[in-house]
Antibody, heavy 117, light 111 residues
Framework: QVQLQESGPGLVKPSETLSLTCTVS??????????WSWTRQPPGEGLEWIGY???????SYNPSLQSRVTISVDTSKNHFSLILTSVTTADTAVYYC?????????WGRGTLVTVSS | QAVVTQEPSLTVSPGGTVTLTCGSS?????????PYWFQQKPGQAPRTLIY???NKHSWTPDRFSGYLLGGKAALTLSGAQPEDEAEYYC???????????FGGGTKLTVL
């Protein structure tokens, strides 16, 4: 069964860049018709979709974040990544990675990123 | 941008039945929105219960079922258990699956 694990700094300063990685085990990021996505959840709030990279390499992002977001895949390391630039305190959240497809949805456990000076 | 609407809160008695719904501001929800339902308990990551309208994961209890009802996606819980108390989120894929939108979540209380 596929498993996903987020990793990255837990603290980022305002105006800097947030960078997270999602390591995939039990499956390959380069096989299957899957969508590799990022979602976040600010403390005490609901889920917000950030974006995805598809099995074909195409990307799609939340329009509200599109100008600051990049999602990419590294097949050699079997992981995919999230970059969010020019962060503010509003970007403080638990960030989740997931694999979604016609075979269902698998989520990582999430990682808390706090934006603070 | 599409807005996805869920009931903010619902209460069900133990052993009872409750239906959660998921609507879209763009119109009727169809199978082409690939409705997903997630369960999230405090301090935990979301867990997928239902995908593509009605498909269940191996871990999804049989008492949960997903379907389309009256232009919305629906999740019915039949025979509620105390452990079903959680937040439930739906996800709809718009614009040919290029725009994913979560609903605001339904806080389900089993009481």
């Amino acid at each position: 069964q596929v498993q996903l694990q987020e990793s990255g700094p837990g603290l980022v300063k305002p105006s800097e860049t947030l960078s997270l990685t999602c390591t995939v085990s039990g499956g390959s990021v380069s096989s299957g018709s899957h969508y590799w996505s990022w979602t976040r959840q600010p403390p005490g709030e609901g889920l917000e979709w950030i974006g995805y990279i598809s099995y074909s390499g195409s990307t799609s992002y939340n329009p509200s974040l599109q100008s600051r977001v990049t999602i990419s895949v590294d097949t050699s390391k079997n992981h995919f990544s999230l970059i969010l630039t020019s962060v503010t305190t509003a970007d403080t959240a638990v960030y989740y990675c997931a694999r979604t497809s016609a075979a269902g949805g698998y989520w990582g456990r999430g990682t808390l990123v706090t934006v603070s000076s | 941008q599409a807005v996805v609407t869920q009931e903010p809160s619902l209460t069900v008695s133990p052993g009872g039945t409750v239906t959660l719904t998921c609507g879209s501001s763009t119109g009727a929800v169809t199978s082409g929105h690939y409705p997903y339902w997630f369960q999230q308990k405090p301090g935990q990551a979301p867990r997928t219960l239902i995908y593509d309208t009605s498909n269940k994961h191996s871990w999804t209890p049989d008492r949960f079922s997903g379907y389309l009802l009256g232009g919305k996606a629906a999740l019915t819980l039949s025979g509620a258990q105390p452990e079903d108390e959680a937040e439930y989120y739906c996800l709809l894929c718009h614009n040919g699956a290029r725009l994913w939108v979560f609903g605001g979540g339904t806080k389900l209380t089993v009481l």
